[in-house]
């Protein structure tokens, strides 16, 4: 097991790779999630009528900027959140869980050299330590998520929702701040944590749940292909979970004043004008998305990892690599 710092450079290292891939997916899951926005289906306008629709759109009016917009801006926003995201997510949740499992065995939280505590694995633990990571992660990386929402929804030829013009990441920072303070940097904080709670709940227990399937019946060796099906299986459950409020955050995010005063208030709008299935709009974009970037930051996340654990190997003094 690497380092705290080392799991958390490890894990921010490989959600970088893997939305360098998905990002494009999500700009059109975003668009999808605001179309219509507090309107019947019979009176809201469909500009984007799915996930492939939405890209050759998107293409065609704005070219690959548009399908990139909040990724390959100035100071690369979305590079920053997952660094800050999945640092969080992925670094932290074995060390809360071999914590947590050491206060349940020993009734303290700090007997984590212990193998037996090590190789406890309790699936309540397990779903905790992910959300508890996913949480932390979610708080410290609101304000990036905030302004990458905002950058992806923008639209000079088919807007949907309110429109946020910022020349790039940093100038949106600063136009939030000189307008709301700290407090508009972290509007929607509340959504995020519960959507990325509800996604890191789930995402490392159902695929070390998985892994631990795959080799005992289908003796499935340690690589890339075990690493692959995981890692698909992770995804599904992650999506199925996680897209309702996925939804209020995009929405929550992406206002301006107080058509939202809360995540309970934006649901109950939501519901009540446009159906409970509205908490789903854009959940296929959103599948599209999920799957290959699961996929490619736990599988990636395996690697840096290794690799981390290397490096920390040769500078680390030996006293230290004894309590890891």
Same mark, same amino acid.
């Given at each position: 097991m690497s380092t705290g710092i080392g799991s958390f450079i490890a894990g921010g290292i490989a959600g970088c790779g893997a939305v360098t891939v998905t990002h494009s997916f999500e700009t059109i899951k975003i668009r999808l999630q605001l179309q219509g926005?507090? +309107? @019947?289906k019979q009176d809201a306008p469909r500009l984007y009528r799915g996930v492939f629709h939405g890209m050759k759109i998107v293409f065609q009016n704005e070219g690959m900027?548009?399908?990139?917009?909040?990724?390959?801006?100035?100071?690369?926003?979305?590079?920053?959140y997952q660094m800050t995201l999945?640092?969080?997510?992925?670094g932290f949740y074995e060390p809360l869980r071999v914590s947590m499992n050491s206060l349940v065995l020993t009734y303290s939280p700090t007997h984590t050299?212990?193998?037996?505590? +090590? @190789?406890?694995?309790?699936?309540p633990i397990n779903i905790a330590s992910g959300a508890a990571s996913g949480i932390l992660g979610a708080a410290a990386g609101s304000p990036f998520f905030l302004i990458k929402t905002r950058l992806q929804s923008y639209s000079p030829f088919l807007p949907v929702g309110t429109q946020h013009l910022y020349r790039n990441a940093w100038d949106g920072l600063g136009q939030v701040y000189r307008a709301e303070g700290i407090r508009g940097l972290f509007r929607g904080v509340g959504p995020a944590m519960i959507r990325t709670g509800f996604g890191s709940s789930v995402q490392?227990?159902?695929y070390f749940f998985a892994k631990r399937r795959l080799v005992r019946h289908f003796d499935l060796k340690e690589g890339p292909a075990l690493h692959l099906l995981s890692s698909a299986v992770s995804g599904m459950v992650v999506c199925v979970v996680m897209h309702p409020p996925d939804t209020i955050m995009s929405r929550m995010y992406n206002q301006t004043g107080n058509l939202y005063k809360s995540a309970f208030d934006c649901l109950y709008k939501t519901i009540k004008a446009e159906g409970p299935l509205a908490l789903y709009k854009g959940f296929f974009?959103?599948?599209?998305?999920?799957?290959?970037?699961?996929?490619?930051?736990l599988s990636l996340a395996e690697q840096t990892n290794k690799l981390m654990r290397r490096f920390e190997d040769r500078i680390l003094p030996d006293r230290v690599k004894e309590k890891i």
């Open positions: 926005e507090l +309107k @019947a900027k548009g399908l990139l917009r909040g990724l390959s801006c100035a100071g690369g926003m979305q590079y920053i999945n640092g969080c997510r992925l050299t212990d193998p037996r505590v +090590k @190789a406890m694995q309790s699936l490392l227990p159902t974009a959103h599948l599209a998305r999920i799957l290959p970037h699961t996929i490619l930051t």
